[in-house]
Structures are given as structure tokens and as C-alpha cells.
């Protein structure tokens, strides 16, 4: 009985551990790079930037990178909603999971701790802005 409350603990634990990953994940990338996220072309002024910076591009290189990163900016954005998405949904079968191993009991004590983290990955949204789904 003490290895599976370990082991229920654990599990638990990194669950958390990952949903507040996940959360500081975000904040960290919104704070840091907001207008990369925001605006297409800063990407590509970014990339084109560092790049010149590193490499020394002439000016005809630079044209030519910046117009391969516009064109597939798309592809790239569409790839982070869809990877959010996936994640988001293995972190709700996780705790799906976890809760059928709980007694009623400890289900009545995780329920407020799962509130407590929704409400603040809704905040999280409400102050960075909805990339899921």
C-alpha cells in the first residue's frame, strides 16, 4: 500500500510538474518573444538579423532568406497551435487517468488543486493571449 501512494505521489507530482512547465513554458515565450509570435514579419526580420549578423549576408541574401521565411511562416504557426493542442490534450488524459486510481476521497481533494490550475492556465491565457486549440 506504501509504494502505490508513492508511486501515486510521484505520478502526480510530475503531472503537476508538467502542467506548471507548461504554464511557465508560455509565459516565458510571451515575455520574451511576443513579437516573433505576433507578427510574421518580425520573424523573418529576426532570423534575417541574426543570420546577417553571423554570416556576414550581403544584401541579395538577406532578401532571399527573408522571403523563405515568410513562406513558411504559415506552416510554422499551424505547427505550434496543433503541437499546443496535443499536449494539452495528453495532460487532460493524465489527469483522466490519475483520477481513476484515486479512493472518492482523494478525488474530493484533487478536484479543488485541478480548479486551482485551470483557473490559472485561463488566467494565463486571458493575460497572453488563447494559442490552444
Do not use: C
Not at 509570435?37 to 532570423?47: D, L
Amino acid at each position: 500500500m506504501n509504494k502505490w501512494k508513492s508511486t501515486i505521489g510521484v505520478v502526480l507530482l510530475f503531472t503537476v510538474g508538467a502542467l506548471f512547465g507548461s504554464i511557465g513554458t508560455g509565459m516565458y515565450i510571451k515575455n520574451r518573444h511576443v513579437q516573433l509570435r505576433e507578427k510574421p514579419t518580425a520573424n523573418a526580420a529576426f532570423i534575417v538579423d541574426r543570420l546577417t549578423r553571423k554570416l556576414r549576408l550581403t544584401s541579395d541574401q538577406q532578401a532571399q532568406v527573408e522571403k523563405i521565411v515568410q513562406k513558411h511562416q504559415i506552416q510554422i504557426t499551424t505547427l505550434r497551435l496543433t503541437h499546443r493542442a496535443q499536449v494539452r490534450h495528453i495532460l487532460d488524459q493524465i489527469m483522466t487517468e490519475i483520477q481513476t486510481i484515486l479512493t472518492p476521497d482523494q478525488q474530493r481533494k484533487m478536484e479543488p488543486i485541478l480548479n486551482k490550475l485551470e483557473k490559472k492556465r485561463r488566467q494565463h491565457l486571458k493575460r497572453f493571449g488563447n494559442y490552444r486549440r
